[in-house]
């Protein structure tokens, strides 16, 4: 089982750019989240896909935006990027309801310059 | 809206010495608890978890927590660390099985020879 994958691992952007991360959910899983970790900051809930719509939206512009897709992987998208969202994105996938258990994958690093 | 505070942001702490660290949370409705530890440049890793029934939750590595409902506290605690317990470790609650997680800032636990 690959678990949660993450791509790419490393990213820099220019300021005004637009970014694209993609996740690959554990086997089995349906649910797929991301959350923004800025550095020694704990991670910020982003929002949340099922069923190949958002169903939960913490407190993010606009500008944050996702998808995902019949094969329940994901993507984000950020758009007008700011120096500000120079973070690690990290995206955790979930199944089992009763187990509450979220998987985190290893995050990509998202530099704005 | 729940929030959670994690009390020390570092503890240092020598080889096979005990360590605590501390959460408390806030939150209008019964939560899940979660603790979650972060290696140098990698995602998270879930250690344990409190959904019900008993208060006193064990997870990997040694580490176990305790729920005080009228504290409001999710303490976690291991008895002897090892060098390899040097990460950052991040305390969480959600209100539901798979809903948003909500992370505290982080307490870094430095282990030193």
């Known amino acids: 089982d690959a678990g949660v994958t993450q791509s790419p691992t490393h990213l820099i952007k220019t300021r005004g750019q637009q970014v694209t991360l993609r996740c690959s959910p554990k086997s089995g899983h349906d649910t797929v989240s991301w959350y923004q970790q800025a550095l020694g900051q704990g991670p910020q809930f982003i929002f949340q896909?099922?069923?190949?719509?958002?169903?939960q939206r913490g407190n993010f512009p606009d500008r944050f935006s996702g998808h995902q897709f019949p094969n329940y992987s994901s993507e984000l998208n950020v758009n007008a990027l700011l120096l500000g969202d120079s973070a690690l994105y990290l995206c955790?996938?979930?199944?089992?309801?009763?187990?509450?258990?979220?998987?985190f994958g290893q995050g990509t690093r998202l530099t704005v310059v | 809206a729940q929030s959670v505070t994690q009390l020390d942001s570092q503890v240092p702490v020598f080889e096979e010495a005990p360590v605590e660290l501390r959460c408390n949370y806030s939150s209008s409705v019964s939560v899940y608890l979660f603790w979650y530890v972060q290696y140098p440049n990698q995602g998270l890793q879930l250690l344990l978890k409190y959904l019900s029934g008993s208060t006193l939750v064990k997870g990997i590595n040694g580490f176990e927590a305790e729920f005080n409902k009228s504290q409001t506290s999710f303490h976690l605690r291991k008895p002897s660390v090892h060098i390899s317990d040097t990460a950052e470790y991040f305390c969480?609650?959600?209100?539901?099985?798979?809903?948003?997680?909500?992370f505290g800032g982080g307490t870094r636990v430095l282990v030193k020879p």
């Open positions: 969480a609650v959600s209100k539901a099985a798979g809903n948003k997680l909500t």
């Open positions: 896909y099922y069923e190949e719509e958002e169903r």
């Open positions: 955790a996938s979930s199944g089992e309801w009763v187990l509450g258990e979220a998987f």
